[in-house]
């Protein structure tokens, strides 16, 4: 039989334990959640990202359009930390793509973790989106 005190340490230790897990999970990798394209004699693509920005030392700084064989065609830098601003989109236009691209991959990547995040690849045809692969789940 465990008294009081057993069961107040063990959800203590419970909430402790959950409180690093999810913390964790949330300052991990930034992850592209949407992506919208426009062609014409370029592409336009409005990427959105999601990432617990912490500050000047811990931020989502860059997204890439990278070809399906990993080769970087595109970078937006992003210039500052988003902390209050989650998820956000920001836009890059002019993008030239060699000729037959069908698709392309969408990654993110933070000043501390990298890439790794969840990566999508959209269809320049038609515009829909799919989890990539490589991105975790």
């Known amino acids: ?12 230790g ?18 592209v959640t ?5 062609s014409g004699s370029t592409y336009s693509f409005n990427v959105t990202v999601r990432h617990a ?21 595109a970078t937006r830098e992003l210039a500052h930390p ?16 060699p000729a037959g691209t069908r698709e392309v991959r969408l990654r993110a990547n933070d000043k501390v973790h990298g890439t790794g995040g969840v990566e999508l690849i959209v269809d320049l045809a038609t515009g829909k989106s799919r989890r990539a692969n490589g991105g975790r789940s």
């Open 1 to 12: 039989m465990i008294g009081k005190s057993g069961i107040a340490a063990m959800i203590v």
């Open 14 to 31: 419970a909430t402790i334990g959950f409180a690093a897990v999810s913390g964790a999970a949330t300052a991990g990798e930034a992850d």
């Open 34 to 38: 949407a992506v919208a394209v426009r």
């Open 53 to 73: 920005d912490e500050g000047w030392d811990h931020y989502a700084n860059r997204w890439e359009v990278l070809s399906l064989d990993g080769k970087v065609l």
């Open 82 to 97: 988003h902390v209050n601003e989650q998820p956000f989109t920001r836009s890059l236009s002019g993008v030239k793509l």
